[in-house]
């Protein structure tokens, strides 16, 4: 701007005059440019016209050269790369282009496990690729089953919702059975539930029209209801209340109005917001959470973001002349709006749908001065947290002993934590998050924010803080018989959950700095296999809460459906990463005791036992996480060398079928088969398509080209579909429906060190369907 303005000023006392270009690129041509006639021209403007020339070459190199894999028109990249400023150091310093192609610039996508990408890079860290055929194959044959065996597509209820309901005798015990979770303070008041199902029952009895039940109000009792079937089912399997329907009555009508509520929130999303609306769409959110339907979870709470945002419940001003308990609702609506939105955020690696800059919203009641909104810094650059821990400590204890279901105890603590992944995702994690960067600012936000989440650690009451070892089936039974049933289910569900968001959590932020040193040294593939380096120290943070993480799994009592339905993501993730770091250390002095965890865990807490007394709830998501656990585990038992020496486990009939795949393979290794795979994703590939996990060159990129959108329609509705050449030209994401996991295996890329490289940002769709 400087220099743009200099040349304005010049331009009426100057004449126009060629200047040669004096750095020799063909791509600048000679351009009439302004220069002093008069005899009194000073140095300074010939400097100055130079360095405009000097900016412009500049501007055009920077330019990209290829766009959607075609080499632009104006000059190739190799002629492009032949030139040099006079900026450039006159060096060879600088990177070759393999390397600068191996760099890692920044975790700014997610990616499946088993997506192309994920199987690509499995493939790349085994010394034999026979057991990653093996978890092809099995993968092949489980999507195929799955497609034949998938039940029809349950068509929506009729339009009158609640035939789903019970008699009203049954209704009222459930309300009552779940009412003490819901405190004064909860964003859900059960006044108005209450009010709104005695409309319902005057309707029934025939005292009031249809009509006097509007839409918003049917959503919301439906969505009461489905929450009710669901509490009230794990309270008659935990703590054996009394109810008139049976176990089985319970889930299946828990079934038939999560079908219901799916399909009245396609036509409440169509209305003006409300907080009926709101409030449903809140409970859903949140059941869909705790049940492991991760893809619905994300789309309900971007609706739930959106209609908050609409009603303005986002605004300070919102907030005046309202009744004290109408704006305490709303305040509390709002952020739990908020932190539901930053979980997700947490969970997938996606960015949030709420800008922290736009939001003004008062204090949580209670916490009005120790509360501090997200964006919010003391003027030191510390937050409140730092400077009241004692305070906030002795207010939750107080709350804590009154009463464990008080909605702000948790509603605060939730806010905080997700003050912090707030933070993560804007200073680590967003696409310019390293933009302008020093090595030295980064390794200074990492340790700030790992020292933000020990100071929120440390505002917890004793008997409840993250990062102590606990026994969860010990506490769960002391509570059920000191305590009231709520109590009994509620506090030591508390406990796991701050647990496991606070490792998984401490797993993100220390990740980052491995995966920093990795892109300071390109020499090495991966950080973790230089352990002599100065940030052991945030290695070991990241491997403790891995490994305190997967331990929670077996001390957690199976038969509670809610804790294991809510923790399973946690554990699948640490799951993950730990068998993505011994892939990576093989010669690890730890390796021995991690591979003796995973295969506790995976045959203590994914392994369905057939004597189990405590069947889940859907046993066909347990029989895929089980497998694949089996078959992660064999992969590792497989690649570290004289693992069964060390580790002298009897590993009995536990990866037994994936040892006969193994051997079926090897023996017709070498035979042609004609594989009719569902996909090529799944299906092994053929050794000539069969693509390196390096990046290619950047004309070899150029040939890959989109997939089809019509065959891949027919992907996911049909069991034959057109088979691929590579895995690349097929959507990056593991697919599956409603039934299935859709969400558990599409990780953040930030639980494994994983080399990024511009060669899979070319696919098609670079966000995986999670």
């Not at 120790?370 to 709350?399: C, F, Q």
């Not at 010990?474 to 049933?485: C, D, H, M």
Request: proline content about 6%.
């Amino acid at each position: 701007m400087y220099v743009a303005k200099q040349r304005t000023s010049r331009s009426k006392r100057t004449a126009k005059k060629p200047i040669p270009d004096k750095i020799g690129s063909p791509l600048a041509a000679p351009k009439l440019v302004t220069a002093s006639v008069t005899k009194g021209s000073s140095e300074m403007e010939a400097r100055l016209d130079k360095l405009e020339s000097m900016m412009h070459l500049l501007f055009e190199k920077l330019t990209p050269a290829v766009v959607s894999g075609q080499v632009s028109d104006e000059g190739s990249n190799s002629e492009l790369s032949s030139y040099k400023t006079e900026l450039e150091p006159e060096s060879d310093s600088a990177p070759s282009q393999p390397e600068f192609d191996d760099m890692y610039f920044g975790p700014l996508t997610t990616f499946s496990l088993f997506s192309s990408k994920g199987l690509k890079w499995l493939t790349s860290q085994l010394p034999d690729a026979t057991p990653m055929t093996v978890l092809r194959q099995y993968l092949h044959e489980l999507q195929i089953s799955h497609t034949k065996t998938k039940p029809p597509w349950r068509h929506p209820p009729g339009t009158l919702e609640w035939d789903l309901f019970p008699p009203q005798e049954v209704i009222t015990v459930m309300l009552h059975d779940i009412r003490p979770f819901f405190g004064d303070s909860s964003p859900l008041e059960m006044n108005l539930v209450h009010r709104l199902f005695q409309k319902y029952f005057n309707y029934k009895k025939g005292l009031i029209p249809e009509s006097a039940l509007s839409q918003p109000e049917i959503f919301l009792l439906s969505c009461v209801m489905l929450v009710a079937a669901s509490l009230v089912s794990e309270l008659v399997r935990t703590i054996n209340i009394k109810c008139s329907l049976s176990l089985s009555e319970l889930q299946d009508l828990g079934q038939k109005l999560n079908d219901s509520c799916l399909h009245q929130t396609l036509a409440v999303s169509m209305l003006p917001p409300n907080l009926l609306i709101l409030q449903g769409v809140c409970l859903m959110v949140i059941m869909f959470d705790m049940n492991m339907i991760s893809h619905a979870t994300g789309n309900l709470t971007s609706i739930l973001v959106r209609c908050a945002q609409e009603m303005g419940l986002h605004r300070e001003e919102t907030y005046t002349r309202l009744s004290e308990s109408a704006r305490q609702q709303r305040i509390a609506l709002w952020w739990s709006c908020y932190i539901l939105d930053r979980e997700q955020c947490m969970k997938c690696g996606n960015p949030p749908a709420i800008n922290d800059m736009d939001v003004t919203t008062p204090p949580l009641p209670g916490f009005e001065d120790v509360w501090a909104l997200p964006n919010e810094r003391m003027p030191d650059g510390s937050h409140k947290r730092e400077h009241y821990t004692d305070k906030i400590r002795t207010r939750l204890t107080n709350l804590l002993e009154k009463d464990c279901a008080d909605a702000n105890f948790d509603v605060y603590l939730a806010y905080d934590l997700s003050c912090i992944i707030s933070r993560t995702y804007k200073e680590l994690f967003s696409a310019t998050a390293l933009t302008g960067k020093t090595r030295g600012q980064v390794e200074a936000t990492i340790r700030s924010l790992l020292h933000d989440l020990e100071c929120w650690r440390m505002c917890f009451p004793v008997q409840i803080r993250p990062g102590q070892e606990r026994n969860y089936i010990q506490e769960f039974q002391n509570f059920r018989e000191v305590k009231s049933p709520t109590e009994g289910l509620c506090l030591p569900f508390v406990a796991l959950n701050y647990n496991l968001k606070y490792y998984l959590l401490q797993i993100v932020i220390s990740k980052t700095m491995l995966r920093l040193n990795w892109f300071s040294d390109s020499k090495h593939t991966h950080l973790s296999s230089n352990r002599d380096n100065q940030h052991v120290n945030l290695e070991r943070i990241g491997l403790n809460a891995i490994r305190q993480s997967l331990r929670s799994a077996y001390q957690l009592d199976r038969s509670v459906h809610t804790y294991v339905q809510f923790a399973t993501f946690y554990f699948l993730c640490a799951y993950v990463a730990l068998v993505a770091e011994i892939l990576q250390n093989p010669s690890s002095p730890e390796v021995v005791e991690d591979v003796k965890l995973l295969f506790r865990v995976s045959k203590d807490y994914f392994h369905e036992h057939e004597e189990s007394h405590h069947p889940m709830p859907t046993p066909e998501k347990w029989e895929f996480m089980d497998k694949i656990t089996r078959c992660l585990f064999y992969i590792v038992w497989s690649s570290v060398p004289n693992i069964d020496v060390k580790c002298n486990l009897d590993i009995g009939d536990h990866i037994e079928e994936f040892t006969q795949m193994e051997m079926e393979i090897r023996r017709k290794k070498g035979t042609t088969s004609n594989t009719n795979s569902i996909s090529s994703l799944y299906g092994p590939p053929t050794p000539s398509s069969r693509l390196p996990f390096d990046k290619p060159s950047v004309t070899q990129s150029t040939s890959f080209q989109s997939p089809n959108k019509e065959v891949y329609g027919e992907l996911l509705n049909s069991v034959v579909n057109t088979p691929y050449t590579s895995d690349d030209q097929i959507f990056d994401g593991f697919q599956s429906d409603a039934t299935m996991l859709q969400n558990m295996f599409s990780l953040p890329n930030y639980l494994f060190d994983v080399s990024q490289n511009n060669y899979f940002s070319n696919s098609p769709i670079n966000q995986p369907e999670i």
